[in-house]
C-alpha cells in the first residue's frame, strides 16, 4: 500500500478529496431526506405503489450518506494530536449551539404555522414523519418537544439523531485515539474486521434468535459490543485514507461490491415494506447505517473519491466553501427538502426524477443561506450554523 498523497487548497490545509466526499455526503443526505416524502406518502395516490417504488430505488442507493460523513471524522481527527481539554473546547461547542438553536426552531415551527394561520396538513409537506399530535399546532406540544431536548429529538426534527451521535463521538474520539495512535496495520484490520462481523447482528438477532454471544434479558452488551457502531467508520475512514487503489481496481472491486450492498438494501426493504405488517425496526433493518451491506456500498464510494482530480480553481473554492457551510446545511436543510418535493409534483416532474431535482433545490437553498448567514454575521456564525 502507498500512502494516498493529498492536495492542500488554502492555508487551512483542506484535502481536496475529502472535500469531495464531503460534497457526495451532503447531496446524498439531503437527497436521502428527499425520498421521506415517497417512503412515507402522507395519504393516497392512484400511483402510491409507483410513488413507493422510486423511494425505494434512490432510499437505498444513499444509504452511504451518514457513514461518510464518520469517515470524513475518522480520516480528518485520527489520531487526535494534543490536549483532550482543548479539543473538547474546540469541537463541541461548536456542534452543541446551533444545535440546540435550530431543534429550538424545528420543535417551535408547527406551533408557528398555526400563529400564522397555516393549515395543519401543510405540516405534513414538511415533516412526513409528523402526527396528529403535531398537526395541532399547540404551543404546549412544542414546548413538551423542547423540554425533551436533553434526551432525545422529536418527530419533527428527526435528522438530529445524528447530532446525539456526533457529540459522542467527539466524547469517545480521544479515548479510542490513544490506540489508534499505538496500533498496527495488521491490529486495526482486526478490529475493523471485528466490526464487519457486528454488522451481521441486526440480521440474526430479527430472523434468528433475539440474543446472541451473552445478551439477554439482563444484559444488552455482548461479546462483540465494544467493537459494533460508527467507531468501526470512523477506524475504516482513518485507515483508508492511507491506503491507495488504482483506478482499475478501484472500479474492479467497488462496482461489485456496491453493486451487491446496494441489491440487498433494495430487495431487504421491499421484502420488509411488502409484508401485511412490519415494526419501525423492522422497516429500518435493511436501511441501517451499521449493516454489512451499507458498509459494502460504502467504501466504494470513498474511494472513488479519492481519485477525484480537481483542477478548477472556482471549484475548489466552492468545496472549501462547502467544508465551512456544510454543518450549517445540515442543520437547515430538513426545512427544504418536503417543500422541494411538493414543488417537483406541482411542475409535473416525471416521478423518476423528482427526488435527485429535489434534492438539488433543498441542496442549493440550504448552502445560500447559510452562506448568507456566515456574510451577515462573519465569525459569530459558528454559534448559529457551526
Known amino acids: 500500500m502507498k500512502p494516498q498523497q493529498t492536495t492542500t487548497l488554502t492555508k487551512q490545509q483542506h484535502i481536496v478529496w475529502l472535500d469531495v466526499v464531503r460534497l457526495i455526503a451532503m447531496f446524498t443526505v439531503v437527497c436521502c431526506h428527499c425520498t421521506d416524502p415517497f417512503n412515507f406518502y402522507p395519504g393516497t395516490a392512484s400511483n402510491i405503489e409507483e410513488i413507493k417504488l422510486w423511494g425505494a430505488i434512490y432510499g437505498a442507493a444513499l444509504r452511504p450518506c451518514v457513514p461518510l460523513f464518520v469517515m470524513i471524522t475518522g480520516a480528518l481527527l485520527l489520531p487526535v494530536h494534543g490536549e483532550t481539554s ?5 469541537r463541541i461547542p461548536r456542534v452543541f449551539w446551533p444545535f440546540l438553536i435550530w431543534s429550538v426552531i424545528y420543535n417551535l415551527f ?10 395543519p396538513e401543510v405540516i405534513l409537506d414538511f415533516f412526513p414523519y409528523a402526527g396528529e399530535e403535531v398537526m395541532r399546532q399547540s404551543l404546549s406540544v412544542s414546548l413538551g418537544y423542547i423540554a425533551q431536548i436533553p434526551f432525545n429529538f422529536s418527530i419533527v426534527d428527526v435528522h438530529m439523531w445524528y447530532i446525539y451521535l456526533l457529540i459522542g463521538l467527539y466524547l469517545y474520539l480521544p479515548i479510542f485515539s490513544a490506540w489508534v495512535e499505538k496500533a498496527s496495520e495488521k491490529a486495526k484490520l482486526w478490529c475493523l474486521l471485528a466490526f464487519a462481523v457486528t454488522t451481521l447482528i441486526p440480521y440474526y438477532t430479527q ?23 460508527f467507531n468501526g467508520y470512523l ?32 430487495l431487504g426493504f421491499r421484502y420488509i415494506t411488502a409484508l ?39 471549484l475548489r473554492k466552492a468545496l472549501a466553501n462547502l467544508t465551512i457551510c456544510g454543518f450549517g446545511i445540515y442543520m437547515v436543510h430538513y426545512f427544504f427538502t418536503g417543500p422541494s418535493v411538493v414543488l417537483m409534483r406541482a411542475i409535473h416532474v416525471p416521478l423518476g426524477l423528482q427526488i435527485p431535482l429535489a434534492a438539488v433545490v433543498a441542496f442549493g437553498v440550504s448552502w445560500l443561506l447559510v452562506w448568507l448567514v456566515y456574510r451577515c454575521m462573519g465569525k459569530k456564525a459558528k454559534y448559529v450554523v457551526g
Not at 86 to 90: D, E, H, I, L, M
Not at 209 to 216: I, Q, R, S, V
Not at 239 to 258: E, H
Open 207 to 229: 430472523f434468528v434468535a433475539p440474543y446472541l454471544w451473552g445478551t439477554c434479558s439482563w444484559n444488552a452488551f455482548g461479546m462483540l459490543y465494544y467493537f459494533a457502531g
Open 276 to 314: 401485511p405488517e412490519f415494526t419501525d425496526e423492522m422497516l429500518e433493518l435493511f436501511f441501517t447505517y451499521c449493516s454489512l451491506n451499507v458498509v459494502m456500498m460504502t467504501i466504494p464510494v470513498f474511494m472513488l473519491a479519492k481519485k477525484v482530480n480537481i483542477q478548477s480553481v472556482s
Open 235 to 266: 477506524l475504516l475512514g482513518h485507515y483508508l485514507r492511507n491506503v491507495d487503489w488504482s483506478m482499475k481496481k478501484t472500479f474492479a472491486v467497488g462496482i461489485p461490491m456496491f453493486a451487491i450492498g446496494y441489491v440487498i438494501t433494495f
Open 110 to 119: 408547527p406551533w408557528l404555522t398555526g400563529v400564522l394561520g397555516i393549515k
Open 86 to 90: 482543548v479539543f473538547y473546547k474546540k
